[in-house]
């Protein structure tokens, strides 16, 4: 009976795979985006392994505090924020009103208002203040080179992505989280610096997606 429903609940992870997978499409074609047809073969498969592992693995670990659903949906939406920042360096709107409601339910219930507020606050300010001075900095590198910046180091959505967090993490826990996606994206930023210079590949202002880091940051904090 236990390995009957283990299965379904794969089955479960399939069909929110393959949801995710759709959505990842829908939401990008709204804006007349093109999509990147050759990633996007891998990816479909990607997610739907992706999502029928962490659907069993939510089942047989739980969280202690929002138990299997409410878990399995935060995942879903975070596997969303991933697919389509990594895809196309965006955090589109719909996601961010979705996930703001989302995050101070959860972190409501989780931790109170206050604490859920002044998370959500903290996040954003922070993170709008190193928007602005990664953009202030890209600038003026861009200056001293006699360079064109077509793309700045954080996209307004990650600000609004650190907003949702802060939400579910609440005060101070936001904190973490961000140190958390700094080192991350700090780490992965610098093996690809390697990685393209030893390719003869390097570009300098080339903006990668942060939005992967500060999900990795809370999905550690609060699954972790």
């Given at each position: 009976?236990?390995?009957?429903?283990?299965?379904?609940?794969?089955?479960?992870?399939?069909?929110?795979?393959?949801?995710?997978?759709?959505?990842?499409?829908?939401?990008?074609?709204?804006?007349?985006?093109?999509?990147?047809?050759?990633?996007?073969?891998?990816?479909?498969?990607?997610v739907i392994i992706l999502s029928a592992l962490t659907s069993a693995w939510l089942w047989l670990n739980p969280h202690e505090d929002l138990g299997?659903?409410?878990?399995?949906?935060?995942?879903?939406?975070?596997?969303?924020?991933?697919?389509?920042?990594?895809?196309?360096?965006?955090?589109?709107?719909?996601?961010?009103?979705?996930?703001?409601?989302?995050?101070?339910?959860?972190?409501?219930?989780?931790?109170?208002?206050?604490?859920?507020?002044?998370?959500?606050?903290?996040?954003?300010?922070?993170?709008?203040?190193?928007?602005?001075?990664?953009?202030?900095?890209?600038?003026?590198?861009?200056?001293?080179?006699?360079?064109?910046?077509?793309?700045?180091?954080?996209?307004?959505?990650?600000?609004?992505?650190?907003?949702?967090i802060g939400l579910l993490l609440g005060w101070p826990g936001i904190l973490a989280g961000l140190v958390l996606a700094i080192f991350a994206g700090?780490?992965?930023?610098?093996?690809?610096?390697?990685?393209?210079?030893?390719?003869?590949?390097?570009?300098?202002?080339?903006?990668?997606?942060?939005?992967?880091?500060?999900?990795?940051?809370?999905?550690?904090?609060?699954?972790f």
């Open positions: 009976m236990d390995s009957i429903l283990l299965g379904l609940i794969v089955l479960l992870g399939i069909a929110v795979g393959a949801g995710l997978n759709y959505l990842g499409d829908w939401l990008p074609q709204q804006r007349d985006i093109e999509m990147p047809i050759g990633w996007r073969r891998l990816r479909v498969w990607l299997f659903w409410a878990a399995l949906l935060l995942l879903a939406y975070f596997g969303l924020i991933v697919i389509i920042d990594m895809e196309h360096k965006l955090i589109l709107y719909p996601t961010v009103w979705f996930g703001l409601v989302l995050g101070a339910s959860y972190g409501i219930y989780l931790r109170g208002w206050l604490t859920t507020l002044l998370g959500g606050l903290a996040g954003f300010g922070i993170m709008l203040l190193l928007y602005f001075f990664g953009d202030f900095v890209a600038r003026r590198l861009a200056r001293v080179r006699n360079e064109e910046l077509d793309e700045v180091a954080l996209g307004f959505g990650d600000v609004n992505l650190a907003a949702i700090g780490a992965i930023s610098i093996l690809y610096v390697i990685f393209t210079y030893l390719l003869g590949r390097y570009q300098v202002f080339v903006a990668l997606p942060y939005g992967p880091y500060l999900v990795f940051g809370a999905v550690v904090l609060l699954f």
